[in-house]
């Protein structure tokens, strides 16, 4: 059963603390991604990872960090940085040969609340 | 820069086709999605266009692409309340960095 899973689906978290979100794949993808989403709004991406130990800054990469030390797993690591970090993070996969396609397959979110 | 434009909000009712509009700025885009956002869950791939094609189905989906205009639409047939959520188009230039960008969404209400 193929599929992207992220723990937990909500968190709660006071000001000033890191935390960290899971992300897991096993569709066998180079590729993962974390998104952001704010009400109203559409994605913004934040880190993605086109292959095992490298990573690329996104959109909005100020105050967060990740690592990929497996194919499976990218978490991703919300700091007392980042100054609004109350938002819905999407995390995604995808192959990297145009053979199998390029889409990009969702993980079911994790909500993050920092008060 | 990239762009990607969506109406907010479409109320239709069971029964009725809905038809789902996007515009995008980027004219590299070689691919081009359709997501689906239910209340609190993830994104889930409801279909893709490549730029060369101008027309996909797919059961009750249609999604047609006029690369001139890029002007990209999605079209239900025969809408259903199951149907209710939020729909993303979203362009990439895919290749090895494969970078999506998202409309806001499109909420789409269906009445009984």
């Known amino acids: 059963d193929g599929g992207i899973t992220q723990s937990p689906k909500y968190l709660f978290r006071k000001e000033g603390q890191n935390v960290t979100l899971s992300c897991e794949q096993n569709?066998?993808?180079?590729?993962m991604y974390w998104y952001r989403q704010d009400p109203g709004q559409g994605l913004r991406l934040i880190y993605y990872s086109q292959i095992v130990n490298d990573f690329q800054k996104g959109d909005i990469a100020e105050g967060y960090s990740v690592s990929r030390e497996k194919k499976e797993s990218f978490p991703l690591t919300v700091t007392s940085a980042q100054k609004n970090p109350t938002a819905f993070y999407l995390c995604a996969s995808s192959s990297t040969f145009r053979g199998l396609g390029y889409e990009q397959y969702f993980g079911p979110g994790t909500r993050l609340t920092v008060t | 820069g990239e762009d990607v434009e969506q109406s907010l909000f479409l109320s239709v009712r069971e029964g009725d086709s809905s038809v789902i509009n996007c515009t995008y700025t980027d004219s590299s885009s070689t691919y081009l999605y359709w997501y689906k956002q239910e209340p609190g869950a993830g994104l889930q791939l409801l279909t893709y266009?490549?730029?060369?094609?101008d027309m996909k189905q797919d059961q009750r989906l249609t999604v047609l692409l006029n690369k001139k205009d890029k002007h990209l639409s999605l079209r239900i047939a025969d809408t259903q309340t199951g149907d209710s959520a939020i729909y993303f188009c979203a362009e990439s230039t895919g290749g090895a960095t494969n970078k999506l960008i998202f409309g806001t969404g499109t909420l789409l209400a269906v009445q009984p």
């Open positions: 569709l066998n993808h180079d590729a």
């Open positions: 266009i490549f730029s060369n094609m």
